[in-house]
T-cell receptor, first 110, second 114 residues
Framework: DQQVKQNSPSLSVQEGRISILNCDYT??????FLWYKKYPAEGPTFLIS?????DKNEDGRFTVFLNKSAKHLSLHIVPSQPGDSAVYFC?????????FGKGTRLSVIA | NAGVMQNPRHLVRRRGQEARLRCSPM?????VYWYRQLPEEGLKFMVY????????ESGMPKERFSAEFPKEGPSILRIQQVVRGDSAAYFC????????????FGPGTRLTVT
């Protein structure tokens, strides 16, 4: 029973264009959402988060949008850069542990 | 200002052997979490510890797996009598406080069972 779903295992985007990574969740009680970025042979690093009292949070090139009625969030990266190539996980806290989606592998092509 | 340290980075064990994975949290962090990532999967929570206490082990398999976080020294995840299905990347994270505090992840230990 996946509580957090990332239905696209991979995404390829041209450098300079927008990358949009999607995440769906099942529990309407979730009130805080995080995005992590992971390079090969490294641990995940926190990227950006959003609280359910907002529908948008922006940090530089990264913006996360939350649609509570659809139980959907998305991460926009614009403009995309080759260094953004990584696996991106959305996650929600369930108490203290984090519940992660399966991730989306983003490849930014120069 | 070292981050979360894990060792070894790679560990190869034969079926039936024991695996010991170590995690040193960031300085000032007293909360440690272990996650496991199977191939093509997301990270799955295993266990949450504070110094000398297991707070939540709801994600830990009931047999062969144990974890500790002693008063002194690193946190240890121990897997006895390893099987091929234990092959995975094991990540440790630490936080200063508990619920709501950001978790910082180590680089992981990749366990291969032959």
């Amino acid at each position: 029973d996946q509580q957090v779903k990332q239905n696209s295992p991979s995404l390829s985007v041209q450098e300079g264009r927008i990358s949009i990574l999607n995440c769906d969740y099942t529990n309407s009680m979730f009130d805080y959402f995080l995005w992590y970025k992971k390079y090969p042979a490294e641990g995940p690093t926190f990227l950006i988060s959003i609280s359910s009292i907002k529908d948008k949070n922006e940090d530089g090139r990264f913006t996360v949008f939350l649609n509570k009625s659809a139980k959907h969030l998305s991460l926009h990266i614009v403009p995309s850069q080759p260094g953004d190539s990584a696996v991106y996980f959305c996650a929600v806290p369930r108490g203290t542990p984090l519940v992660f989606g399966k991730g989306t592998r983003l490849s930014v092509i120069a | 200002n070292a981050g979360v340290m894990q060792n070894p980075r790679h560990l190869v064990r034969r079926r039936g052997q024991e695996a010991r994975l170590r995690c040193s949290p960031m300085k000032g962090h007293s909360h440690v979490y272990w996650y496991r990532q199977l191939p093509e999967e997301g990270l799955k929570f295993m266990v949450y510890l504070q110094k000398e206490n297991i707070i939540d082990e709801s994600g830990m398999p009931k047999e062969r797996f144990s974890a500790e976080f002693p008063k002194e020294g690193p946190s240890i995840l121990r897997i006895q009598q390893v099987v091929r299905g234990d092959s995975a990347a094991y990540f440790c994270a630490s936080s200063r406080g508990g619920t709501g505090d950001e978790q910082y992840f180590g680089p992981g230990t990749r366990l291969t069972v032959t």
